[in-house]
């Protein structure tokens, strides 16, 4: 209970913290994660997103390219633990594993004198929603009439034909196969980040984990016979061979480019450098490892990365905040 009520003052902390510089541009948090519960249904205990998960471990071990980007301790070439959970897309922990939906790599980089490098990647290059109003809107067009409890098909089209934009991503998903295993799959950052060096130099970009042995999907009959519960033995059975790997590449923007829109990918051909390389070592039991109260915020940054202006980017440390909160409450799983 100490350790619960210490969790929760700290989270509490970082709500207020993170909240008080966005109550001009950002809807109230504690609505945000309402309208998320309310449009993707609740799950005691469980994360309001990417419900569906596992806890791993990781080495990184950085390279020449990004000490040369960064001063961040993460490229010093020496082996970094690394915090790993990969997820299935969506709110419900029992998600069938076998559908195009997305999968998530969040990531935890525990660095030298008590650093840390938090980070949310995604199986698209793209996120659903441009600002954090967006986002409510979406999810509030989503969200079940409490007679028919479906969504008003009306609203949701009504809301989609007037933001394109949230349509992206699902589209994406549609033209992509069911990802053969979380560890053959690319996981996008989605949002622009600065890299800066030792001369303050900086160079903005996108990132993007690529598996080292190539991206893999399934066939629609080959899905079908996996079933709805696969990955997570599959992740344990490739971790066992020494499979899971995946390079740490970031697309160098150029200063025409948006960043601060997670709904734009960079052009094509942008170039492309690798900063290192990522492994996973083990995998914890289904409901156990060090992942459970850890919310991944992307703007939990070391010395010499930045964040860019996005507005989706600076709102989520306060609804992750108020949903761990809630977590810890319901009693948390992983």
Request: charge should be positive; glycine fraction near 10%.
């Amino acid at each position: 209970m100490r350790k619960l009520a210490a969790t929760f003052t700290l989270c509490t902390a970082f709500v207020s913290s993170a909240y008080a510089a966005e109550t001009v541009t950002s809807p109230d948090p504690t609505k945000l994660v309402d309208a998320f519960e309310a449009a993707n249904g609740k799950f005691d205990g469980y994360r309001r997103s990417g419900a569906k998960g596992i806890c791993a471990m990781g080495e990184f071990v950085g390279n020449a390219e990004g000490r040369a980007l960064s001063v961040a301790s993460a490229f010093s070439g020496q082996k970094i633990p690394v915090i790993v959970r990969f997820s299935v897309g969506g709110a419900n922990p029992k998600a069938a594993d076998n559908t195009k939906s997305q999968r998530n790599m969040a990531l935890q980089f525990n660095l030298p004198g008590g650093e840390s490098w938090q980070m949310g990647n995604i199986s698209a290059p793209i996120f659903g929603a441009s600002s954090p109003a967006q986002l409510l809107g979406r999810l509030e067009s989503l969200t079940p009439d409490p007679i028919t409890k479906a969504p008003n098909p009306e609203k949701v089209k009504a809301f989609a034909e007037a933001n394109p934009e949230v349509l992206l991503q699902s589209k994406y998903f549609a033209s992509q196969p069911v990802p053969a295993s979380f560890a053959t799959v690319n996981y996008w950052g989605v949002h622009g980040f600065a890299f800066v060096n030792a001369k303050g130099d900086k160079q903005f970009g996108k990132w993007i984990f690529e598996p080292i042995g190539g991206v893999q999907g399934l066939s629609d009959e080959e899905a079908k016979a996996k079933g709805s519960s696969f990955l997570f033995e599959d992740l344990r059975q490739r971790v066992k061979d020494g499979k899971v790997a995946f390079n740490f590449n970031l697309e160098m923007a150029q200063p025409s480019d948006q960043l601060n829109n997670a709904t734009v990918p960079l052009p094509e051909g942008r170039r492309k450098v690798t900063l290192g390389t990522l492994k996973v070592i083990s995998v914890s039991d289904d409901s156990g490892g060090p992942c459970l109260n850890i919310t991944f915020v992307p703007t939990v940054l070391p010395k010499g990365v930045e964040a860019s202006d996005d507005p989706m980017l600076a709102a989520r440390a306060a609804p992750y905040a108020v949903g761990l909160g809630r977590r810890l409450t319901e009693g948390s799983k992983q």
